[in-house]
Nanobody
């Protein structure tokens, strides 16, 4: 069974940076796309960055040019480097594993495994 656990969240001043980590345990972690989502209370979960098995990356318009998704395959760990943070980036961030390839990672129901989420707060 795949287990996913996020780390690295916290509070940061606007304009600052944070790096989120997501440890994925399970043999399928390397066989499917992985992704980062975020959610603000009262709003739908937003797909923000995806990494496909072939190494292709994709980003939501709201984070392109500021966020970068990557993976250390040896550690089975997914990262999200977040730069130039703004208060609008404040949300609970979730790592997802076993996501469909292509654009499938953008649809929460097409990712099978989720972390518990980690809070990111950007102070103005």
């Amino acid at each position: 069974q795949v287990q996913v656990k996020e780390s690295g969240g916290g509070s940061v001043q606007a304009g600052g940076s944070l790096r989120l980590s997501c440890e994925c345990s399970g043999y399928t972690c390397s066989r499917y796309a992985m992704a980062w989502f975020r959610q603000v209370p009262g709003q739908e979960r937003e797909a923000i960055a995806g990494l496909d098995v072939d190494g292709a990356t994709d980003y939501a318009d709201s984070v392109v040019g500021r966020f970068s998704i990557s993976k250390d395959h040896a550690k089975s760990t997914l990262y999200l480097q977040m730069n130039s943070l703004t208060p609008e980036d404040t949300a609970m961030y979730y790592c997802a594993a076993e996501c469909d390839s292509g654009s499938g990672w953008k649809i929460p129901s097409l990712c099978n495994d989720w972390g518990q989420g980690i809070q990111v707060t950007v102070l103005s």
